[in-house]
Each structure stands twice: as C-alpha cells, then as structure tokens.
C-alpha cells in the first residue's frame, strides 16, 4: 500500500540534494504532476528551472526531453514526422518517426519564443494526451507532463501564449530571486567536486494508482461552493464578482480553473495525510492555480497591480465568510 506522506517527503528529500530553497516550489510541481496537470514556470535566467525539471524526471524514473523552444522551430520538429523506410525486400513504406513530445516529462524550454503553429502542436498533446500526424492519432504515454519555461525580462523575438494554452497550464509558478542566505548556499555547494546521487521514490505504476487515489479524496459541498463563489469573484462583471475584479479584472478564471483548484487541494490533502480536503488546502492553491488564468485592464496595469495582489485580496474577503 501506498504511503503518501511518504512519498512526498521522499520526493522533496531527493529533489533538495540538488535545489537549494524553493520547497513551495518543489511541492507545487509534485502536486501538478500527480494531478495530471502541466506547469508553466516564469523566472530569470539562472534560477534551476532545467535543473529542476531533469531532478524531478530521476526522482520518479521516468523518460525525459527537453525541447529548446526557438522562432525557426516547427510542429513536426516536436511531434515527429513520417518517413520513408526501406524494408528488407526492397519495398517502401511509410513509418512515423517519433519526436521528442514522446517522453513522460517535457521540458519547453522559453516555450514563448516558438510561434502559434508549433504551440498548437503542443496544445493538442497537452489537452488531448495525443498527437495528429498525415490525419492519424498517436497517443502520449502515461504519465505525460509538460513543464514549459519563460523568461520575464526578454520580450523581443517572442510570441505571446494565447489564453487557451495558458488555461492548459494546472499552474503557474513564479520562480522568485533567491535571497542572501540561500545564493551564500548555492554557490557553496555548487562550486565544489561533489556528486550528488539521486534514488528514485517511485515507479510509473505508483504514480498511475497515486493520481487514481487523489482523485477519490472527497470534497465537503460547502467547500465546492466556496471554490465556485472564488472564481465567481475573479470575474468582472456577475453578480458574485468582487468590487476589485470589477474595477480591475478584463476577464476571469474559467470552469477549468475551477476543476484545477478542486484537484490541487485534493493532491494537497491526500499528500499531508488529510482524509478529505479542508479550506486550507483550497486557499493555499488558489494563488498558482488562477495567477494566469485571469487578466488585468488597462486600470489595473496602469496601477502597477499584479493578479496575485488582487487573489490575496479575494481570498481574505472569501475566507472571511
């Protein structure tokens, strides 16, 4: 039988040998990838994003790809082509030649930098677990997950994601600067002869039952309805929406939101050893749950808000009641 509690703190344990801080970051990418989900990290340069995501791979002993994300890139480049392959005999066929999508963890690294064709690419195998090549379905292996990255600072040469892909991402995570204590920490241990080993904690079997089980967790009716009037409150105009989303919100999160957040606390609950989700756990996975699935106007821009302000606002208004 699966132990929860212990897998995770397994995870984090291993992932901490080689990222130094960060340990709300490492539990939000645990939580999305046993959700099913698929994260967007934004940071500078420098910050371990790569380093991240290949420690993450080790831990779980799972296949991973990193696909370097340029303006020149196409679909094809990503997803895999069909060849012509000779046989024995002489004869030609056509056969698909499987592209670096087929992995169960994905890096897109400055996935913004690549245009809309080749990001629809990406969408479809993110929402659908499957790709279309010369009009036939090839599906992704489980567990499949994305982790796309984006540089904040750099905006030339870059395509914006579109709404409907951000909505893909379970979360996004803002990856802060780190802080004196924890950059004296980095260059310590990073400039010096040592190797670090990684155990994996778990098989894919595991993860599979592991995402069955956190989706059994239950969830009391009243804490759906506060899920539900959150979002409500994110929107501009409605009768639910808050006074700061109608001053400054151009659109809200959506119904996927929604699932998402329900989800996250379910993972939340079931990996902190809860038998059922509490308030806690939905107000603590609201902020990387809807930073990006809802935009600013032009009012809010101009007054140098950030969608986290406002969700810190809504939460303590909605927790409140």
């Given at each position: 039988m699966i132990d929860p509690q212990s897998v995770f703190k397994n995870i984090k344990k291993e992932a901490h040998k080689v990222i130094i801080g960060n340990n709300d970051l490492i539990e939000q990418v645990i939580i999305a990838f046993f959700c099913g989900g698929h994260v967007?990290?934004?940071?500078?340069?420098?910050?371990?994003?790569?380093?991240?995501?290949?420690?993450?791979s080790q831990i779980l002993n799972i296949k991973f790809n990193r696909i370097q994300f340029t303006p020149d890139l196409m679909p094809a480049d990503i997803i895999g082509t069909t060849v012509i392959h000779q046989l024995q005999s002489g004869e030609r066929v056509f056969r698909f030649q499987k592209?670096?999508?087929?992995?169960?963890?994905?890096?897109?690294?400055?996935?913004?930098?690549?245009?809309?064709?080749?990001?629809?690419?990406?969408?479809?195998?993110?929402?659908?677990?499957s790709i279309s090549v010369a009009g036939k379905s090839h599906y992704l292996e489980q567990p499949f997950f994305v982790m796309g990255t984006q540089n904040p600072l750099e905006m030339d040469g870059t395509y914006k994601l579109p709404e409907a892909q951000l909505d893909r991402f379970f979360f996004k995570i803002d990856l802060p600067f780190p802080d004196l204590k924890t950059l004296m920490k980095i260059v310590d241990t990073t400039t010096q002869n040592t190797k670090v080993e990684l155990y994996p904690v778990v098989d894919i079997p595991s993860i599979l039952e592991i995402r069955k089980n956190i989706r059994?967790?239950?969830?009391?009716?009243?804490?759906?309805?506060?899920?539900?009037?959150?979002?409500?409150?994110?929107?501009?105009r409605g009768d639910g929406a808050s006074a700061q989303s109608k001053k400054y919100v151009s659109f809200g999160v959506g119904p996927r939101g929604l699932q998402s957040l329900i989800l996250a606390a379910k993972a939340y609950a079931y990996f902190h050893g809860r038998l059922n989700v509490s308030k806690q756990d939905i107000m603590q996975m609201v902020p990387p749950t809807f930073r990006h699935r809802m935009a600013l106007n032009f009012e809010g821009e101009a007054e140098g808000l950030t969608t986290d302000t406002l969700l810190e606002k809504i939460t303590s208004q909605l927790e409140r009641l």
């Open positions: 967007l990290l934004e940071g500078v340069p420098g910050l371990g994003k790569t380093l991240l995501v290949k420690t993450i592209g670096p999508l087929f992995a169960h963890l994905v890096l897109a690294d400055e996935i913004n930098r690549a245009t809309a064709k080749t990001q629809s690419a990406l969408l479809e195998a993110m929402g659908e677990g059994d967790v239950p969830v009391a009716s009243h804490l759906n309805e506060l899920a539900c009037k959150l979002v409500l409150a994110t929107q501009p």
